[in-house]
């Protein structure tokens, strides 16, 4: 027999960016974080697991079409001892059940975007993996639950098990046992909510997300103020946003949240930068948008990369589209129509 389990995980771009681990074994932020989860229309990972008595040898990934060496990821092994050990947990309780736990895994995953160029793919990863495997497993785990594992492949992932508006709290535990995702509204709950991408580059970024922040933590003078005050005032307010569907303030904490965390990165030694000329062309159209409006309508946010995203709502379609059609020709492209653009995830 084989067994066999297929999902997809969306991709979710943060509004309060995560930037830097307290602990890097556990995967631990040193703040809290909160994004939005896009349309699996859009940008996501399909991942099939399978197990079966007939496979033998290690564990397998083939992502995009090549074998990955996930021997090696003490991240990917991580993921999979802690999924194994509560098929474990249930098999030691029903001993009708096949022992799933006991097989070689075999796991086939694509994304339907550029791989590790800045658009958040090992959170739509991740959260694939652990998905596909819990149910492969019929684990009866809540997605909360799962997003504890989905935390030690990628930090960004746990948010990815969640549609709509996902905090992830830092927690302050040791043991991590309470650094979790969590929908704080859905999407039906601001559903006029659009994002728009604009690829600036599809080229893999310049420095990984993991040994960048380890770099600001260890250098930048001006992280500790980030992580202590800022972020923590920032997240209630944008929740409180986010629940009055406050437009306004959503934009501002969001512009405000990505040009801190590419501050401390510039503040880092060396310096890290991910912005570049058409990023910073995106955000002048963004202020122009704003200004022409005479109020905010769009916000942008950067990743670890050059990508634009930009947040807007949907009545406000065609006058953002106004002031970015003239950056498109240094893009190469988009994702997300004009006219319908990306809405969060529905689950
Ligand atoms: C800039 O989740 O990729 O996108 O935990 O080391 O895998 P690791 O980092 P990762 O970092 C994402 C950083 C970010 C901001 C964010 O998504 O919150």
């Given at each position: 027999t084989i067994y066999r389990s297929s999902t997809t995980a969306p991709v979710n771009i943060a509004v309060i960016k995560y930037w830097g681990k307290r602990d890097t074994a556990l995967n631990l932020p040193t703040n809290s974080s909160l994004s939005v989860t896009l349309s699996q229309k859009s940008l996501r990972t399909h991942t099939t697991a399978s197990c079966s008595e007939s496979y033998s040898g290690p564990d397998s990934l083939i992502l995009n079409g090549d074998k990955e060496?996930?021997?090696?990821?003490k991240r990917t092994q991580a993921c999979l001892k802690h999924l194994r050990s509560l098929r474990q947990q249930l098999e030691a309780k029903d001993?009708?059940?096949?022992?799933?736990?006991k097989l070689t895994l075999r796991l086939v995953s694509a994304n339907n975007f550029p791989t590790a160029?800045?658009?958040a793919s090992s959170a739509a990863g991740f959260a694939a993996l652990v998905r596909a495997i819990a149910d492969l497993y019929e684990l009866p785990q809540s997605p909360q639950e799962l997003s504890l594992i989905a935390r030690q492949g990628?930090?960004?992932?746990?948010?990815?098990?969640?549609?709509?508006y996902v905090a992830w709290r830092a927690g302050t535990k040791e043991d991590g046992s309470d650094s979790l995702a969590e929908e704080v509204a859905s999407v039906s709950h601001w559903p006029q909510m659009r994002a728009l991408i604009l690829v600036v580059s599809a080229e893999k970024k310049g420095v990984p997300s993991t040994a960048g922040m380890q770099t600001t933590v260890e250098t930048s003078t001006l992280s500790p103020a980030r992580f202590k005050d800022i972020v923590p005032k920032r997240m209630q307010d944008i929740e409180k946003a986010i629940q009055e569907r406050d437009f306004e303030t959503f934009a501002r904490i969001t512009m405000q949240d990505s040009n801190s965390f590419h501050a401390i990165c510039l503040d880092s030694w060396p310096p890290i930068h991910y912005l570049n000329d058409v990023s910073r062309a995106a955000m002048n159209a963004v202020e122009t948008a704003n200004r022409k409006a005479g109020k905010l309508i769009a916000a942008y946010t950067f990743d670890a990369g050059p990508n634009a995203v930009i947040y807007y709502l949907e009545e406000n379609a065609h006058k953002v589209a106004g002031v970015i059609k003239n950056i498109l020709p240094w893009t190469s492209g988009w994702e997300?129509?004009?006219?319908?653009a990306i809405p969060p995830n529905e689950f």
């Open positions: 060496d996930i021997q090696s990821s001993t009708s059940l096949p022992k799933l736990s160029a800045g658009l990628s930090g960004s992932a746990c948010r990815s098990l969640m549609g709509g997300g129509e004009f006219g319908e």
